[in-house]
């Protein structure tokens, strides 16, 4: 491999590296209706930067559903914008000239992603995530209710997530939703 390869490669698992850490430790809450009148049981709150795909199983107490999907499209968004930011930083700061520091960096970029895809593949073979198309549950909430209420601060999945009510985004609450068969 050449230089110009081997720093563009570094830069990349850099920004991919980065953009798992920003999405690991600061995630977006995403409120439903239901939160507000929780009349059948918790409500448990999706979690998600930008889109949300994962959410608690109530059922379960370990167990989340997980898109995977939505999260692949995510942490491919985020490192786009951290590997433009690291273009920038890199085009404008004054580097000394040491030919370990961009295979180094490009190093712990590429431990820190063979680390998470282990993390993900041990939670989803022992069904702490449960791979799911869509987050939804009938006659409580769809995907495209989700809106989002706060910017939390976490690390994957916090021991108790529940629902942040918004009376800002659904100023009428909940209404049971008739399902289908019951009409």
């Not at 690991?24 to 409500?43: H, K, M, N, R, V």
């Not at 930067?49 to 491919?76: E, K, Q, T």
């Not at 063979?114 to 939804?136: C, E, F, G, K």
């Amino acid at each position: 491999m050449n230089k110009h390869t081997v720093n563009q490669t570094a830069e990349i698992l850099i920004a991919l590296g980065i953009a798992l850490f920003l999405e690991g430790f600061l995630t977006i809450e995403w409120t439903y209706p239901y939160c507000l009148s929780q009349s059948d049981g918790p409500a448990y709150a999706a979690l998600g930067m930008p889109l949300p795909y994962l959410m608690r199983d109530g059922a379960r107490s370990s167990a989340y559903y997980f898109m995977p999907h939505a999260y692949i499209f995510n942490v491919v968004l985020l490192s786009g914008l951290v590997f433009l930011g690291v273009r920038c930083v890199r085009n404008r700061a004054t580097l000394p000239n040491v030919k370990w520091v961009r295979p180094t960096a490009g190093l712990i970029g590429s431990l820190s992603v063979v680390a998470h895809v282990a993390y993900l593949s041990l939670a989803v073979s022992t069904d702490s995530y449960q791979p799911a198309p869509i987050l939804q549950l009938q006659g409580y909430f769809r995907y495209a209710e989700l809106r989002p209420a706060a910017v939390i601060v976490t690390y994957n999945e916090p021991e108790n997530s529940p629902c942040t009510p918004s009376r800002f985004w659904y100023p009428t609450g909940w209404r049971p939703k008739t399902l289908g068969y019951l009409r």
